[in-house]
Every structure is written in C-alpha cells, then in structure tokens.
C-alpha cells in the first residue's frame, strides 16, 4: 500500500497551499478517497472526500476554501487550501473514506503532511 502525502509547509494566515497525494492503484481505483487532518490533542477528521466519479464531500468548516480534485490515471488525489486559518494547522493525511477497504489493506495510514498556520 502506498500512500504518500506531500505539500505542506509553514503559510500565514489567508495563504494557500496545494497538498498532493500518490497512492496504490489497490487503495485508489474504484475507492472514494479522501483528506484527513489531526491536529495536537485532537482525533484524526474527515475533511473532504471525493468518489471516483468526481462528487465531492467537505466538512463545513473548510467548504468555500477547500478543493479536492483526483486524477484518476495517476492515482493521485489533491487538496487545494485557500483562506487558511490558524486553526487548520494539522498533519494531513490522504486515505480512502472506505473503512472495510482501510481494514483489508492493514489500516495503513502513510506519515501524512504537516500544515502549520501562523496567525
């Protein structure tokens, strides 16, 4: 399993940044996927999430802001952040929203991307 986030950084307040994410063909193909992010003492969240077929889901506190978008030839899944807060700062994390395909493929999570917003 292959899961590979990457683009965070360090961006003050109202920037953007643009989060990539590779991932195996057995995890990708077919599956929704999805982005993640935990915060410091907080439990990993479900921040947006796209099908296969290209409808996307956002949590109410980043819709208008965020952007998930796939390329399914590439296997790859993105996430671009517009207007970011403080309280976005967090590792993100890219990952099917498909608990039963998480489960049969070891749970495995990948190290995630650091996101830091300075106020």
């Known amino acids: 399993v292959q899961l590979q986030a990457s683009g965070g950084g360090l961006v003050q307040a109202g920037g953007s940044l643009r989060l990539s994410c590779a991932a195996s063909?057995?995890?990708?193909?077919?599956?929704?996927m999805g982005w993640y992010r935990q915060a410091p003492g907080k439990q990993r969240e479900l921040v947006a999430s796209?099908?296969?077929?290209?409808?996307?889901y956002y949590t109410d506190s980043v819709k208008g802001r965020f952007t998930i978008s796939r390329d399914n030839a590439k296997n790859t899944v993105s996430l671009e952040m517009k207007s970011l807060k403080p309280e976005d700062t967090a590792v993100y994390f890219c990952?099917?929203?498909?608990?039963?395909?998480?489960?049969?493929?070891?749970?495995?999570w990948g190290q995630g991307t650091l996101v830091t917003v300075s106020s």
């Open positions: 796209i099908t296969s077929g290209g409808s996307s």
């Open positions: 990952n099917t929203p498909h608990t039963y395909v998480r489960q049969s493929l070891g749970d495995y």
């Open positions: 063909g057995n995890i990708f193909k077919g599956n929704a």
